[in-house]
């Protein structure tokens, strides 16, 4: 089985989960916010749209046909296709977003490159990530193989992908982060704090040239 699947079979469970952390992704969804421009945008592996939709994105892209429906039903216009091969032409959007799912694509370097293509000059490309060096990317390490969401997932440091946006040309890399505690000690909206290193959660955004 790989990650679609799963994703797939576990469509509901996943997007409840939103529901029951509901101070995580409220700072996730700041953190996000922070670096998203204005313009017409697309989130690539929207899932169930917990993301796209409070944050005005335009189009999703997501694979699981059942994660899919869920985010049609909350408004949003979905294109079942896989990340590394996007059916969209070049130069036409102002920005794309990506967020986790950069740790369950098969080729994450065709992915950004496929986002970098369908993204206008200047635009933006936002990631927000598990950073793998942190000590929520250690915890969710440890624990994958008893995660029915995260057993397919590779975990990616902050430093890795941002080398993979230099290497692919983009510039005006910034960063923020935001979870400093266990999950389950959250009980208020978390600090979004400038640059990485702390937080379970980083978002990196970049132009491209």
């Not at 994703?7 to 529901?19: G, I, P, T, V």
């Not at 509901?22 to 592996?45: N, T």
């Not at 390490?141 to 057993?151: I, V």
């Not at 980083?202 to 040239?209: D, G, P, R």
């Amino acid at each position: 089985m790989d990650s679609i699947k799963v994703f797939e079979e576990l469509a509901l469970e996943y997007d409840k989960w939103f529901d029951e952390n509901r101070f995580v992704y409220e700072s996730e969804l700041r953190a996000m916010k922070r670096h998203l421009p204005k313009g017409f945008g697309i989130e690539i592996g929207v899932g169930t749209g917990r993301f796209a939709v409070p944050l005005g994105v335009n189009i999703g892209v997501e694979p699981a046909k059942n994660m899919a429906q869920i985010a049609r039903g909350r408004g949003l216009e979905v294109v079942e296709a896989k990340a590394e091969m996007l059916p969209f032409r070049n130069n036409i959007f102002d920005y794309a977003l990506i967020v986790v799912t950069i740790c369950f694509v098969e080729n994450p370097i065709k992915v950004l490159e496929e986002m970098k293509r369908i993204i206008k000059p200047n635009g933006s490309l936002i990631i927000g990530l598990v950073d793998k060096d942190s000590f929520l990317g250690k915890i969710y390490e440890l624990k994958k193989n008893k995660s029915r969401f995260y057993k397919y997932a590779k975990f990616y440091s902050t430093e890795q992908v941002i080398n993979w946006l230099k290497e692919l040309g983009f510039n005006h890399i910034k960063t923020s982060q935001t979870i400093f505690k266990q999950l389950e000690e959250i009980e208020n909206i978390e600090p979004i704090k400038d640059g990485y290193g702390k937080g379970g959660i980083v978002v990196i955004s970049s132009s491209k040239e």
